[in-house]
């Protein structure tokens, strides 16, 4: 039954995709798929070192100090930052009292609501907050930047580039695709998917923050800088993961040399292992 | 079950003569993995898989319990407890990255463990009963890994259930009641994310029951072996403990180095980044494509993109997606060959190298591409031999092709010679 029906069933597959193969070779030649301005004019990050990276990687505290900075001057007008609480910026260097600043003088204020009278208020933030929530009222949809880094293919490099990546829109891109021409209240960016965003350009020149450790505020700089904390938001573990993982394939290392061993051992007398 | 010369239990304490008369377990684990169980002894490398596989199941379930525990399984906060569990949680990260990798870790030595099956054919008689329930345990695997990608309601988690439980709309007729009868909604939500939870704990247990029946009929013809001939004497065997424990232990260490280094180094590599994007019903991925141990067969459900005669396109995919598994269910009738061991079969090991492996591969690289050219007609080609090697070339091989000499048994493979083969050709000399 089975060497009869078998080849039936194969045979009803097989000629099935040849039909979908026939068609589909049919309409690719009769009307070729056409280029598109993202196809071609779509950049890939750029390429860009970090301190993390790598399986050695740590992070740079004094860079993520500054990165909270530009994130806190600039991004944090429309971005929020749910996953991370005040407390959570120790780990980043600062004191406690320090953290306990950041967290009273924060813009935003924590809402609160009095179940007993039906008032809603404000109240200073304390450590253990996180970060308030940010309403935005603009164009365009500002996504939460906790995750923003794993949310996207080589994260820390994509946000870097797209912060640098701003630029009037290639005079051969509007010839080869006019219909193309970026719309009113968007911005080109080779970087970000489909080249135009809702976002202005948020760190525009330099000096746009003052860096307390003296380093030069450049464009540049501030987009590493701020990348970087972003890459600690979205693993803050991240120091603790590769030391662990250093750890563990020491350890692993050893217990397999010996089951090596021991296996020889064991096999000594018989052929054929 | 098992040889006549296999060992036997012998309780050496009161305790252990006490436990053996009122529950052999001790007796019980020393005939099945123990020195109670005579084993080929020419056993290569691929023979470890079926233990690693054990051990993902058992890692699986540990971590995957401990994450219970700290997980919800609600629409509204399922994504941020996830992220809870990754950053307030003590070694929430370790766990909940082990058992991501864990996933991937447990299909490539399932993988494995099947293509050892398929190039050494241990699903002919009288194994086919083993081969059956893998195949069974296959599909859970599938079924559980496919629920738990769902959990952390992410981008691609949410599309991803959309995207395969609209397969059943595909279904003539009851296709679209089913479809909302499954989720409890039009779309997934709240009620698929529950079920999923329940069923994603569920159905790891029902592995190991199936895997324990696995084992027991593994049991009763005793292990396949790299020649394909079959245990003839006690020379041709060894006992399981040490030989194998050993050989089994150090390839854990191998496996668990290698597991290891993705977890800590690398533990997102073989994840979608779409999927730390908050589930979003209103913003479709640009891609949507499932975990990597799906795409070859998320390759051949694409492939089929013109309704065939009166079979709609998306119904003969869906078809076409499960019969590439179900097909297995039939091998051991369509591979009619009597020699097992592809060492010892010229036309079928050609078949096995230039074409089943570079179809796999080029449907699994086609199912994580998106769907356009070339990628659609490459993954059609490709299907199109999936069916055609193990439903018209595989019977037709076995049935033209002179397989080459097999040694007389297991020893002669091993040593280069076997006494009894000398004995049995003189039988005036016993």
Redesign the interface.
Known sequence: MVRLFGPLVGLFFAVALLWSFGNGAYSAISEPAGPTAEHEFHLHPKDVKFASDGALGKFDKQQLQRGFQVYKEVCSACHSMKHIAFRDLAQLGYSEAEVKAIAKQWGTKQPTFDAKSGERAERDNIASDYIPAVYYAGQGVPPDLSLITKARHDGGAYVYSLLTGYQEQPAELLKKFPDSKTPDGLYYNPYFANLNLAMPQPIASDDQVTYSDGTKATVDQMAKDVSAFLIWTAEPSMDKRKQTGWAVLGFLLAATVLAYLAKKNVWADKKGA | MSFAWAKEYKPATGLTQWLDEKLPLPRFVYNAVGAGYPVP??LNYMWNFGVLAGFCLMLQIVTGVILAMHYAPNALVAF?ST?HI??DVNWG??LR?AHANGASAFFVVVYLHIFRGFFYSSYKAPREMIWLLGVVIFLLMMATAFMGYVLPWGQMSFWGAKVITGLFGAIPVVGEPLQVWLLGGYAPDNAALNRFFSLHFLLPFVIAGVIILHIWALHIPGSSNPTGVEVKAESDT?PFH??YT??D??G???F??LY??F???A??ALGH??N??PANPLSTP?HIVPEWYFWPFYAILR????D?FF?P?KL?GVL?MF?AIL?WF?LP??D?SPVRSGHYRPLFRKFFWFGLIPTMAVLFYCGGAPA??PY??LS??A??YY??H???IL?LVSSIEKPEPLPFSITE???GKDESAVLNATPAAA
Not at chain 2, 303 to 306: D, E, K, L, V
């Open positions: 002894r020419n941020d992220e990754m950053r990260w370790m990255y060894v040490p030989y050993a050989k232990g150090f854990l260490g191998v668990l180095l290891c280094a977890l800590f180094f533990p997102n980044p779409d730390y994007i640009a492939a089929f993109t013109y065939f079979i396109a003969m076409a019969g097909v039939f009738w369509l009619t356009a050219e659609v007609m059609q080609l299907s199109l069916f055609a193990f439903l018209i019977p493979s091993v040593l």
